[in-house]
């Protein structure tokens, strides 16, 4: 046994000696990949010189002088195009949380009647989700727009209570004016949300360590509902309302939702709730039918065999394939534009052409959709080992 | 094996190696002959301007200026590859080098000859930007438009002027962000806007594809200068000035009474020296400009002469029924003058 040579990896010659061809063939890889990279930016900013454009961030101070329609912060055609950008950002961040929320709802619901044992519940799921799944999320968003666009026109708004308008330019309600005293209404609210929380974690320790139960759901409905809604009457509810009013155009006044953002937000939802509700059935699935069986042997009923069996165990296998949903749903966002929603990608290329500084336009594109993405798959990641069951 | 990847490290090296040897930067002319066909952007689509006819051919004002450039350079009108192309990638187009000249009725302003690093080679029509709505607005004046919801085509001189407009009159309004012409024309048949804004021309050719043009007005209002005209790349003189005076010839002819008709016989010799200029049988205007002598020639007989071309696709016979206006020849009261051909 001693006897073995190893002729291979002591010898002096560079070619016959396998550490160094390792090393030597992974320095010449690495200086192809700095040569090709180097070459990229050199031959774009070349390129760039002759063309006359230069390569610089400066036009975001600039002057855009164009209009968006949807702004959840100021903004005014004088702005510059860095918050035109910024705009842009907060609608693509809009329509993704909103579409993230509804879409898990939708996809769990959905994951779990594929499963139930209803064979026309279980069907009708499952039309929805072949269907939804295999068509185009570009074709789903302008059919939706289509429909919404049959609404009637602004002249015939159908109304409820006259406070609440539909018609094809959106929906329009009441907003919310907040008046001096409703700050402290709602910070009321949220000591009461903290006092809740500790509630519950007291209520949950005292169970398990006495059997004792306590009415903790009704504490803290009547903590974080309850006393700021005294709060608010006894202060002389200092919350109006600014109604939308007919215009000659259009309505003015009120929040209005284009049917733009209500298209782009159906169509990411069912579209992402189809694959979601997959996944929910996947994980299901993976669970040992025996945990099922124990429960029901314990005298757990169905409903409560999911909820606080079934799904937790699930959880572990459904949050990566979820994460990867979510981030799919952020950046099919991005086909706004086909729709007139101006978000990120919408904004930054009437930018682009209004100022021609392209390369910089999509390079703000690929660094925040990155960070986006980074950000929601570390959030999930997180959620996932803390979910993820420890292994003995 | 270890050879293997040692083999695939030296082959990315040279590769990289290699691929630094620049690309030559050879003349647009030259590869437009070598290629034998011009690459021209046009509209997707608007009436009058670029549209298709029933044999499915791309016919137009911008797209005879294709015809008559690509019969400059290569003889034919035919050869010519068109890319339609929207508000939003016509200028990336252009740059790139994904199309030889862009004629796609784009406004020449400051920031696009200068910033965008682009050379307009004139302008073949003088236009402005108005609005469009409908009669039972019941208003008469632009100014009266506060609140509205106004169809925009994004990226375009329109968006800008539109918020200038409203600005400086105080007035504001709800942007409704479109791609193309037909998306505006069903966004505003639909009721989505109450307006719709973009140059004269444009809002006469939707009017005309309407099923009831007289519900509708072009409000008086004509809120900024919109010269038309087609552009090239910046840093290519040669390829700018063949293009430039393709125009020219255009509207020369007309004013020297050369017409697709006659252009022919013309070409044989005249008593006017300025037309045997033009036509090639006097002097080397086209040799200066590495063409034929005959360019001209064959240019005037692919699309006639400018006010032939105005006529067939602008003009009042056509549904757009545009009068001359500002776009008729400095001797017959508008704007239009080429420096001459000598």
């Given at each position: 046994m001693a006897e073995i040579q190893k002729s291979e990896s002591s010898s002096g010659s560079l070619w016959t000696n396998e550490r160094a061809r390792g090393i030597v063939s992974q320095v010449l890889l690495?200086?192809?990949?700095?040569?090709?990279?180097?070459?990229?930016?050199?031959?774009?900013?070349?390129?760039?010189?002759?063309?006359?454009?230069?390569?610089?961030?400066?036009?975001?101070?600039?002057?855009?002088?164009?209009?968006?329609?949807?702004?959840?912060?100021?903004?005014?055609?004088?702005?510059?195009?860095?918050?035109?950008?910024?705009?842009?950002?907060?609608n693509t961040l809009l329509v993704s949380v909103l579409g993230i929320i509804t879409a898990t709802i939708v996809g769990f619901v959905m994951g779990v009647l594929r499963l139930s044992n209803n064979w026309m519940i279980s069907r009708m799921a499952g039309v929805y989700v072949e269907g939804t799944r295999n068509v185009p999320l570009l074709l789903q968003i302008i059919f939706w727009w289509t429909i919404l666009s049959g609404l009637p026109r602004v002249a015939?708004?159908?109304?409820?209570?006259?406070?609440?308008?539909?018609?094809?330019?959106?929906?329009?309600?009441?907003?919310?004016?907040?008046?001096?005293?409703?700050?402290?209404?709602?910070?009321?609210?949220?000591?009461?949300?903290?006092?809740?929380?500790?509630?519950?974690?007291?209520?949950?320790?005292?169970r398990i360590a006495t059997g004792q139960g306590f009415p903790s759901l009704w504490v803290n409905l009547m903590l974080i509902f309850l006393f700021p809604v005294l709060l608010f009457l006894m202060l002389g509810r200092p919350l109006s309302f600014d109604v939308p009013v007919p215009g000659r155009f259009n309505f003015s006044g009120g929040l209005n939702i284009t049917p733009e953002l209500v298209a782009l937000w159906w169509a990411l939802t069912l579209y992402t709730g189809?694959?979601?509700?997959?996944?929910?059935?996947?994980?299901?699935?993976?669970?040992?039918?025996?945990?099922?069986?124990?429960?029901?042997?314990?005298?757990?009923?169905?409903?409560?065999?999911?909820?606080?069996?079934?799904?937790?165990?699930?959880?572990?296998?459904?949050?990566?394939?979820?994460?990867?949903?979510?981030?799919?749903?952020?950046?099919?966002?991005?086909?706004?534009?086909?729709?007139?929603?101006?978000?990120?990608?919408?904004?930054?290329?009437?930018?682009?052409?209004?100022?021609?500084?392209?390369?910089?336009?999509?390079?703000?594109?690929?660094?925040?959709?990155?960070?986006?993405?980074?950000?929601?798959?570390?959030?999930?990641?997180?959620?996932?080992?803390?979910?993820?069951?420890?292994?003995? | 094996m270890k050879v293997a990847k040692i083999a695939t490290a030296l082959a990315f090296a040279g590769m990289s190696v290699m691929s630094a040897a620049s690309v030559a930067q050879a003349g647009t002319?030259?590869?437009?002959?070598?290629?034998?066909?011009?690459?021209?952007?046009?509209?997707?689509?608007?009436?009058?301007?670029?549209?298709?006819?029933?044999?499915?051919?791309?016919?137009?004002?911008?797209?005879?200026?294709?015809?008559?450039?690509?019969?400059?350079?290569?003889?034919?009108?035919g050869a010519v590859e068109y890319h339609n192309l929207t508000g939003a990638n016509r200028f990336p187009a252009l740059s790139s080098g994904e199309i030889d000249a862009l004629a796609r009725n784009t406004t020449w302003t400051f920031s696009r000859d200068v910033d965008l690093g682009f050379t307009f080679i004139g302008v073949s029509y003088y236009d402005g930007q108005g609005f469009i709505g409908r009669k039972s607005l019941g208003i008469s004046s632009a100014t009266e438009l506060d609140g509205a919801s106004v169809c925009i085509q994004t990226g375009t001189t329109t968006e800008l002027n539109l918020a200038d407009f409203f600005r400086s009159n105080g007035i504001s309004y709800e942007p409704v962000p479109i791609e193309t012409n037909e998306e505006a024309r069903v966004a505003y048949l639909a009721e989505r806007c109450d307006v719709y804004t973009?140059?004269?021309?444009?809002?006469?050719?939707?009017?005309?594809?309407?099923?009831?043009?007289?519900?509708?007005?072009?409000?008086?209002?004509?809120?900024?200068?919109?010269?038309?005209?087609?552009?090239?790349?910046?840093?290519?003189?040669?390829?700018?000035?063949?293009?430039?005076?393709?125009?020219?010839?255009?509207?020369?002819?007309?004013?020297?009474?050369?017409?697709?008709?006659?252009v022919r016989s013309m070409a044989q010799g005249t008593n006017n020296p300025e037309i045997n200029r033009m036509l090639g049988s006097e002097g080397s205007l086209g040799e200066m400009l590495g063409l034929r002598a005959d360019w001209a020639?064959?240019?005037?007989?692919?699309?006639?002469?400018?006010?032939?071309?105005?006529?067939?696709?602008?003009?009042?016979?056509?549904?757009?029924?545009?009068?001359?206006?500002?776009?008729?020849?400095?001797?017959?009261?508008?704007?239009?003058?080429?420096?001459?051909?000598?």
């Open positions: 690495v200086g192809g990949l700095i040569a090709v990279v180097w070459f990229l930016v050199f031959n774009t900013n070349k390129n760039l010189e002759q063309a006359g454009l230069g390569l610089g961030f400066g036009f975001l101070a600039d002057q855009a002088f164009f209009e968006i329609n949807q702004n959840l912060i100021e903004y005014s055609s004088t702005s510059t195009f860095g918050r035109a950008l910024l705009v842009g950002l907060l015939d708004s159908l109304s409820i209570g006259n406070a609440v308008f539909l018609n094809n330019r959106g929906v329009r309600f009441p907003a919310p004016v907040v008046e001096p005293g409703f700050g402290l209404v709602i910070v009321t609210a949220i000591i009461g949300l903290f006092v809740a929380l500790i509630i519950s974690g007291w209520a949950t320790r005292r189809s694959f979601i509700a997959e996944t929910v059935r996947a994980g299901i699935l993976a669970v040992n039918k025996g945990q099922t069986e124990g429960a029901y042997a314990l005298g757990l009923r169905p409903g409560q065999t999911m909820r606080k069996v079934i799904i937790p165990q699930a959880l572990r296998v459904i949050v990566p394939p979820l994460t990867s949903q979510y981030l799919n749903l952020t950046k099919n966002s991005s086909l706004a534009i086909v729709v007139g929603y101006q978000d990120l990608v919408s904004v930054g290329n009437t930018a682009l052409n209004q100022s021609g500084h392209s390369i910089e336009i999509v390079a703000i594109w690929l660094a925040v959709y990155l960070s986006l993405s980074l950000s929601t798959s570390a959030f999930m990641n997180w959620y996932n080992s803390r979910v993820a069951l420890v292994e003995r | 002319l030259a590869d437009v002959q070598a290629a034998g066909v011009l690459k021209c952007g046009i509209n997707t689509g608007l009436p009058g301007f670029a549209y298709t006819n029933d044999a499915g051919e791309w016919i137009g004002f911008d797209v005879a200026y294709c015809k008559a450039l690509a019969a400059a350079v290569l003889g034919d009108p973009t140059d004269a021309s444009g809002l006469a050719a939707t009017k005309s594809t309407f099923e009831d043009p007289e519900n509708h007005m072009v409000f008086p209002e004509i809120v900024s200068k919109e010269p038309l005209g087609p552009l090239v790349r910046q840093g290519d003189d040669e390829w700018a000035d063949i293009a430039r005076w393709t125009l020219n010839v255009l509207i020369n002819a007309e004013e020297l009474g050369v017409n697709q008709g006659n020639v064959d240019v005037i007989a692919a699309v006639g002469n400018y006010s032939e071309v105005f006529e067939r696709f602008l003009g009042t016979d056509t549904p757009l029924g545009l009068a001359r206006g500002q776009n008729a020849l400095y001797k017959d009261g508008g704007i239009l003058y080429a420096p001459p051909m000598r």
